[in-house]
Each structure stands twice: as C-alpha cells, then as structure tokens.
C-alpha cells in the first residue's frame, strides 16, 4: 500500500481565493483525520470521519471550513474564502479502528 | 483542546545517551500513542499501549503507563543522530475515537 496520499504537497494562494486539500487514506481504513499544525498551536484535530460519516467536526475553526468523504476512499478539506491566518500544514491520517493512525505526508498551505 | 501534554518541550542528549520523555493527559483513555516527526514531514507511528498495560517495548524504546497519575513516559535507549525529531503523544479516551496530540517534545542529539 501507498499509505496516506495527500495533494497538493506546497499550495500557495492569495487571500480570499478557494483552496481544496484532498486526500486518499489508507484501504480498509475506517477512520480519517484532517489536522492542522502550526508552530503556536501545534497539532489540531479538524474534522473526523468514521465508515465516510463525519462524527466530530468541532474542531473546524470556522464556516470557511468544510469537510467531505464522498467514499472510504476520498476526503476533502475545502476553506472559502481562504485568510492569511489559514497559513499552516494540513495532515490527513486514517486508521483502523482505536488503532495506530497512519498521516501523509501533508499539505503545506500558504496564504498570502 | 488538547488532551497530552509533553516534557520537556525540548531535550538535547549526547549521542548514546537514553532520552527520556513524558506526557500527562486529564481524562480516561482507551489507550495511548507514541508518534515521531522529522522536519518537514507526516508523524510516524511508534508504539501504543492499552489502558490496561503498564509497559511496552519496540526495539530501543520503552514506553510505561500510569492510569492513577495520567502520565506516560517513552524512553530512547543508546540514542544516535537519527532520533533527533519531535515527539508525540496522543490519547484515545473511551468516550470518543478521537486521536488528540500533545504539543511535542523537541529532541535533538548532538554527535
């Protein structure tokens, strides 16, 4: 397997533009993880996914965030308008059950 | 919120030498994981130990646990310049399958 797929790996936007980070977990993964780190905040969990269904979205920092998992096998963070403050590396993990979480290698996002 | 909380925040060992981190957590957990992160790159992995077990080894790390204190500790043994990275512990409570992250311990090996 080729683990936890994210792209794009640098994305660089302008303030107020859409961005969407996509990501292909692990197969058989029932479990998916969006996380934001930033130096100050360190690692954040978003959004989670279990079997495709979003069970916890209380970490998403705002409405300009949204989360999708059309199927076991595709997940999307999108954020619109994006804002300078979005700048940080986004990591998408899945897992299988209460297990070890496998991340890809992530998103660098910057917003200018 | 965060749920582990490391220590030190940073750690400089001479090559050899064994490294020790801890993290305390604040509520129940289901179990509790060791994560390893170089520069620029996704976590890694390291170890997971139930609720129910005390103590794990992998190679050249140890990690303990203690329900009653809420705390864990992974130790590096014989480090080398290839452990120099941050660490991570994350909780999994019995609540929830949320896997939380501490904020890391930056550990760096000096040759």
């Known amino acids: 397997d080729a683990g936890v797929i994210q792209s794009p790996r640098h994305e660089v936007t302008e303030m107020g533009q859409e961005v969407t980070l996509r990501c292909k977990p692990i197969s058989g993964h029932d479990y998916l993880f969006w996380y934001r780190q930033t130096m100050m905040r360190g690692l954040e969990l978003l959004i989670y996914f279990n079997n495709n269904v979003p069970i916890d979205d209380s970490g998403m920092p705002e409405d300009r965030f949204s989360a999708k998992m059309p199927n076991a096998s595709f997940s999307t963070l999108k954020i619109q308008p994006s804002e300078p403050r979005d700048s940080a590396v986004y990591f998408c993990a899945s897992s299988h059950g209460q297990g070890k979480a496998f991340f890809g290698q992530g998103t660098r996002l910057t917003v200018v | ?111």
């Open chain 2, 1 to 111: 919120s965060q749920q582990g909380e490391e220590d030190p925040q940073a750690l400089s060992i001479q090559e050899g030498e064994n490294a020790t981190m801890n993290c305390s957590y604040k509520t129940s957990i289901n179990n509790l994981q060791w994560y390893r992160q170089n520069s620029g790159r996704g976590l890694v992995h390291l170890i997971l130990i139930r609720s129910n077990e005390r103590e794990k080894h992998s190679g050249r790390l140890r990690v303990t646990l203690d329900t009653s204190k809420k705390s864990s500790s992974l130790l590096i043994t014989a480090s080398r310049a290839a452990d120099t990275a941050s660490y991570f512990c994350a909780t999994v409570t019995n609540r929830d399958d949320k896997i939380i992250f501490g904020k890391g311990t930056r550990l760096h090996i000096l040759p």
